[in-house]
């Protein structure tokens, strides 16, 4: 079984550019998280889909973040325009079952996102 | 705010060593997660601990969740090179779901 990829792995681009993160759930996964880990600070949660609707989206720093999930499948994470302070880097995880820490979430390789 | 801490925050131990690292917060969680990262890699999940003073055995490792679930501990014994990695705790928020609040994690290094 596949598990959670994201593409790309890496990405550098000039402050002001934009730049849009993939994620690849595991098969059959309704529940999707994007988490972002900046220099030298904790993984922080972003956002959480079940299927295509936004479960929570309280962690998403400001409105030059969006985040979609058409027809409950894959998940794209656009920056625009990006700023130095959004480089770090983003995982993304996914669930099978409602839920955060009862049930396992899996977590992507991460985008390690470079603005400079 | 919910806040985890993590101690030490780096570790470099020689082969067959023991230790113990430590989470701690102020704030009661509902359940406590370890994972694991190496580099390039995502968390992987270790263990979840949901009841105050549960301990739970992962071969050399040894999980325990604080009484007042508020703290837990990692203690690994007889440390090996595979042992090396970012060892992250988190605790689960109770809002409509377990929403996951991640400590900075400890960095340990174990040498052959």
């Known amino acids: 079984e596949a598990g959670v990829t994201q593409f790309p792995s890496h990405s550098v681009i000039e402050k002001g550019q934009t730049v849009t993160l993939r994620c690849d759930p595991i098969?059959?996964?309704?529940?999707l998280y994007w988490y972002r880990r900046v220099m030298g600070k904790e993984i922080k949660f972003l956002l959480h889909?079940?299927?295509?609707?936004?479960?929570?989206e309280s962690g998403m720093p400001n409105n030059r973040f969006l985040a979609e999930r058409t027809g409950g499948t894959y998940s794209t994470l656009k920056v625009q325009p990006a700023e130095l302070e959004d480089s770090g880097v983003y995982f993304c995880?996914?669930?099978?079952?409602?839920?955060?820490?009862?049930?396992?979430?899996?977590f992507g390789p991460g985008t390690r996102l470079t603005v400079l | 705010t919910q806040l985890l801490e993590q101690s030490p925050q780096f570790l470099s131990i020689q082969e067959g060593e023991n230790l113990t690292v430590y989470c701690n917060s102020s704030?009661?969680?509902?359940?406590l997660q370890w994972y694991r990262q190496e580099p390039g890699e995502g968390p992987v999940l270790l263990v979840t601990?949901?009841?105050?003073?549960e301990v739970k055995k992962l071969k050399r490792l040894t999980f325990q969740f604080g009484d007042a679930r508020k703290d837990s501990s990692l203690h690994i014994t007889a440390a090996q090179p595979g042992d090396t990695g970012l060892y992250l705790c988190?605790?689960?928020?109770?809002?409509?779901?377990?929403?996951?609040?991640f400590g900075p994690g400890t960095s340990l290094s174990v040498i052959p």
């Open positions: 995880a996914s669930s099978q079952l409602p839920g955060g820490i009862t049930d396992t979430q899996y």
């Open positions: 098969s059959g996964h309704d529940n």
């Open positions: 889909f079940v299927k295509e609707s936004k479960q929570d």
């Open positions: 704030s009661v969680f509902s359940s």
């Open positions: 601990v949901v009841t105050g003073g």
């Open positions: 988190a605790g689960a928020v109770k809002t409509s779901y377990d929403k996951v609040i």
